[in-house]
């Protein structure tokens, strides 16, 4: 028989970087959403928010520390140094995963619509593995940002990655889901990517996003490219393959250019020594981009997963399940 999903334990994992502004706002609204939804019975008593400092410089940890101590339902883990955004939300749902039955991933800012959890917990309750936050508008953008994500989707897309356009970090993801994110074990993280992937049962709620009310985007224009370039290659082979794509061009350009030195050498005024440089520049060029083409197929695919690095490390950790285990 299938067992009731009502009334499960959930995890709202909150990556925190720098957020010394916003922290405290948005702890007492997911305080408060979290009561609301244990009153209700929505979810257990046994729910609690994870807070993953991410490294941060500023008083970050002091204030999740002080949480830590007047709230029962709060839970600090925290990185020696910043590890991003992808590593903060993993280390969070990884060590939930041990005591919930469904984890909820939000930012720090509270730009996403608390007020959406509801609906992610029903569709969870109905069935879903997955349920995946999509923006309603990317209005509260500017220009740049909302350009270079629309441009980013596209790619993706393009490349091959099956992923939610304008889908974002605010999520839910049952214990059962999580238990096979686990076993991805790449080190360049893109999660929105790595999720479809998984491929249990899901669905999507819409939400709206607001302008962020404290302290600056965390997310600076390299930490952008960075998960943007990882998003593409931890997808997809197709730069490589462009490579060997030119390659194969330059060849062919390299065998019409053949004809042409022929002609031009037998009918033409040539300087000698000019066709024979000519087409040992094209073929050899095509032969290389070729050749770098199908080196790279392999470097690439094998880059990545050799270093099989730590992917985070936790130099802190403030937890009452920890005490109840030891
Ligand atoms: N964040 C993080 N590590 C980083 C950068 C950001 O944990 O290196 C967190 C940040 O604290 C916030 C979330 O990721 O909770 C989203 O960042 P932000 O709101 O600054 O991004 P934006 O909404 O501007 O895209
Ligand atoms: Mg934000």
Known sequence: MEKDRRGGTLYI??????????????????????????????????????????GSKDRTWDIIDRLYRENESVIGLRFANNRGHQNAILAGMMYARAYCDFT?????????????????????????????????????????????????????????????ENSA?????????????????EVNLFLRGIIPDIGLQSAVVYFDVFPRM???????????????????????IKPIRMVFAMGVLALLVGFGMIIHIVYEHYFGYTVSGWSSILMSI???GGAVLISLGIIGEYVGRSYMEIKRRPRYYFQDVLSREKDAES
């Open 13 to 54: 994992v909150v990556p925190c970087y720098n957020e010394e502004e916003a922290l405290e706002t948005s702890a007492k609204a997911l305080l408060d959403k979290l009561q609301g939804l244990q009153a209700q019975q929505i979810v257990s008593d046994r729910s609690r928010i994870v807070f993953v400092d991410d």
């Open 214 to 236: 404290q302290g600056q985007s965390k997310y600076s224009l390299s930490k952008m490219l960075t998960l943007a370039a990882d998003g593409i290659t931890s997808f997809s």
């Open 104 to 164: 909820i991933t939000i930012d720090a800012d509270l730009q996403q619509d608390i007020n959406a959890m509801e609906a992610f917990i029903a569709e969870y309750d109905k069935g879903s593995e997955i349920v995946y936050g999509v923006r309603r508008s990317r209005n509260t953008d500017g220009f740049f940002k909302r350009t270079s994500g629309t441009l980013f989707y596209k790619m993706m897309h393009f490349m091959g990655c099956n992923i939610y």
């Open 169 to 185: 970090d605010y999520r839910l993801m049952s214990a059962k889901a999580l238990e096979a994110l686990s076993e991805y074990g």
């Open 282 to 284: 094209w073929i050899l």
